[in-house]
């Protein structure tokens, strides 16, 4: 990123977090003894961080991911409306492939949008409800890329869900072209282990790691070209700065 790039996406930062200030409701539960113990104050940041914590994705990430793939891809969009119809053929060929993968077999990510593609079209065509992709983004030659973005330590429990989502974000969007060049992806933007390495083990079996996981630099420097995630940790770190007075004003108020 060059100075201007670094300065738009401090820019995007601070307007997210000022957006969250104006927006926010501190908790009004009563808790006369964590209020004693530590202050009204701190207990409101508190409260204030973990409810920043449970909108970040769409509140930050989104927004900032949206920017940085903006100056690398053609096209680039959050909350993107990918369509709102599937090939009953396509559903059943996702459920196969959920079957195979719940029985042992290797997830194929390459593999499987062929197998999608094949029948993307053919049979009767099932209308939903508008689906939307957390970042939609398309290269110059066409390919597109449809993410969801997920918290750091996704459940493990919903890993089979996750695989269907993105296997029908696909034959969702071949439903509308079926000769495009598609591929979708779970985004975890940050490492909470680092640096330790990612426990990619926790999600072997359902997801292909090599072609449908992007964590930590892997999703922001794809983003953004090499070397975007340390520059957008800084980028970070200095809008934190250039807010902390506005955050310490606000915070005074429970004193």
Not at 1 to 19: A, T
Not at 50 to 55: C, D, K, R, V
Not at 101 to 117: H, M, S, V, Y
Not at 163 to 174: G, H, N, P, Q
Request: with cysteine; proline share 5%.
């Amino acid at each position: 990123m060059d100075s201007l790039q670094k300065e738009n996406i401090v820019k995007v930062i601070k307007i997210c977090i000022r957006n969250k200030f104006q927006n926010y409701k501190p908790e009004s539960n009563n808790m006369p003894f964590h209020y004693r113990l530590l202050g009204r104050d701190r207990m409101a940041l508190f409260s204030f961080i973990h409810s920043l914590n449970t909108t970040f994705g769409t509140s930050i990430f989104e927004p900032v991911a949206e920017m940085l793939a903006s100056l690398k891809f053609q096209f680039a969009r959050k909350q993107y409306e990918v369509g709102n119809s599937i090939s009953e053929q396509a559903q059943s060929e996702i459920q196969r492939i959920i079957n195979d993968l719940t029985e042992g077999k290797n997830p194929n990510k390459i593999d499987e949008i062929e197998r999608i593609r094949r029948v993307c079209s053919k049979g009767t065509i099932n209308k939903l409800k508008t689906v939307k992709v957390d970042l939609f983004i398309q290269s110059p030659d066409g390919t597109a890329h449809l993410f969801d973005l997920k918290t750091a330590k996704p459940n493990i429990s919903n890993f089979k869900d996750f695989k269907r989502t993105l296997l029908e974000w696909v034959a969702i969007f071949l439903a509308k072209k079926p000769n495009a060049k598609v591929n979708s992806y779970i985004a975890i933007p940050y490492n909470p282990y680092d640096p330790k390495p990612y426990e990619r083990w926790t999600l072997k079996g359902m997801l292909d790691l090599d072609n449908e996981l992007k964590v930590a630099e892997e999703f922001w420097d794809f983003l953004g070209g090499e070397g975007t995630y340390s520059e957008l940790l800084s980028c970070f770190e200095r809008a934190g700065i250039e807010l902390r007075p506005e955050i310490d004003k606000y915070f005074q108020k429970f004193k």
